[in-house]
């Protein structure tokens, strides 16, 4: 091969990298999260289920001017602790992809808590109501849920992703307006081409592409 082949051949490897890093995700990671069983992650939910989903009783939930159309605030669950023989990092990913499976259905309403179900409403989640009260139920990490917040400054979770690194299961990923404008969505990463959200039809599983892939903005990585 001469040099100019060469020079060729080396060019077009980088471009191919360039346009294929961004959309892949982290298979070590999503593999390591995918084996931890079930009942694992899950095992204490019904104990979770009976905590206080806000510190506002229910009985002030409904015609109270002062909490608004979204209702009341998350409560911030207690921390959890990893149980022994699970490597920490891969368990808190399938913890937070379990949570976050057991919403799908789940309709999409602009609420704090997924209890709130006001008369002529029922219950649902935002996008970024959604992915705050994943983690905060899951883990006990209580963040922002405005999305522009969320996304990035002081109150964001976690940290932004370089453009060329791996994503990992639990990584939020946030997309744009169609324009382009600002960032107006917000998903969890499951790994294996597909995210969760709370979007028109509520929340479900979907796959990682066309808007998703078009208009992504960046990254946050909270579990680390």
């Not at 209702?71 to 891969?90: D, K």
């Not at 939020?172 to 969760?196: C, E, P």
């Amino acid at each position: 091969m001469d040099k100019t082949t060469q020079t060729l051949y080396r060019t077009m490897v980088l471009l191919m990298g360039m346009f294929l890093l961004p959309g892949l995700a982290a298979p070590v990671s999503s593999r390591a999260a995918s084996a931890i069983p079930l009942e694992a992650v899950t095992g204490d939910f019904p104990q979770r289920d009976r905590l206080p989903q806000s510190a506002v009783p229910p009985g002030a939930w409904y015609g109270n001017p002062a909490l608004g159309s979204w209702g009341p605030r998350s409560a911030a669950y207690p921390p959890v602790a990893v149980p022994a023989g699970y490597e920490a990092l891969a368990w808190k990913r399938a913890r937070v992809a379990a949570v976050a499976r057991r919403y799908v259905g789940l309709a999409y309403r602009h609420h704090h808590i997924p209890a709130y179900d006001p008369p002529g409403e029922g219950p649902g989640l935002d996008c970024s109501n959604f992915t705050s009260w994943v983690y905060n139920y899951g883990l006990g990490l209580r963040f922002t849920s405005a999305i522009a917040a969320q996304a990035d400054g002081p109150k964001a979770p976690g940290r932004r992703l370089a453009p060329d690194e791996p994503w990992a299961v639990g990584d939020l990923l946030f997309i744009t307006s169609r324009d382009g404008s600002r960032v107006s969505h917000v998903a969890v990463w499951l790994g294996d081409g597909q995210l969760i959200d709370s979007h028109k039809t509520g929340v479900a599983v979907r796959r990682y592409a066309g808007w998703y892939r078009d208009c992504l903005s960046h990254v946050r990585r909270v579990i680390e």
